[in-house]
């Protein structure tokens, strides 16, 4: 698997289009979005993250390869990866906001993204700000929800909170086709959510 990082945009006008299919990396400004992308990636440091909640404000793009068995080394299977900006952060001015949703609702309208997915810290709860956002992207593409920083709760705690959470999206009527629960910081639960992103790769 190879990994390269394309381009990034500031606003709605500079994303890129691409023939391959795309993943979308969705959370909070402190749900480690950019450290569960590397753990993925089995790469340290390619996609950076940031000191301060909210100061990354672009989405960025990734091209993974992955070699296809018993084809040249030339023919391989393409999958774009997108870190999209953190929302959420009280801190952010207004104008910030309103050119999130901007870039936001530009980017969901893609027809090559096949699967979304929510990244949330085990140990909060959902507010109105991540309910809003889950009914709207569940109406565009698949959503898969990535519970991180389990390792900041002890080990009997991660099924009840789990459970906890499927039963809050239950509540609310969001689907989500798959709930994974990882810690990049210990490389905790990444084999089974690494297959399951890299089949989407054509």
């Not at 393409?78 to 104008?95: C, H, M, R, S, T």
């Not at 969001?174 to 994974?180: E, G, P, V, Y």
Request: include cysteine; aromatic fraction near 8%.
């Amino acid at each position: 698997m190879d990994s390269t990082y394309i381009t990034s945009a500031a606003n709605a006008k500079a994303l890129p289009m691409f023939e391959a299919p795309e993943v979308a990396f969705v959370g909070r400004s402190n749900s480690g979005k950019s450290s569960l992308l590397n753990a993925i990636l089995l790469r340290r440091g390619l996609a950076r993250k940031g000191r301060t909640p909210g100061l990354t404000q672009m989405a960025n793009f990734f091209e993974v390869s992955l070699k296809v068995p018993g084809k040249t080394k030339k023919e391989k299977k393409v999958l774009i990866f997108a870190d999209l900006p953190g929302y959420g952060y009280a801190e952010n001015p207004q104008k910030n906001r309103m050119a999130w949703d901007d870039l936001m609702i530009a980017y969901f309208r893609r027809s090559k993204i096949r699967a979304i997915l929510f990244l949330m810290d085990i140990r909060r709860d959902f507010d109105q700000d991540d309910l809003g956002l889950l009914r709207f992207l569940s109406k565009n593409c698949e959503i898969m929800l990535v519970l991180t920083k389990i390792d900041k709760v002890g080990k009997t705690e991660v099924e009840p909170r789990k459970t906890l959470i499927q039963k809050a999206l239950k509540g609310h009527k969001i689907d989500c086709s798959q709930i994974f629960c990882v810690s990049s910081q210990k490389n905790l639960g990444f084999d089974e959510l690494r297959q399951t992103i890299l089949s989407f790769a054509e």
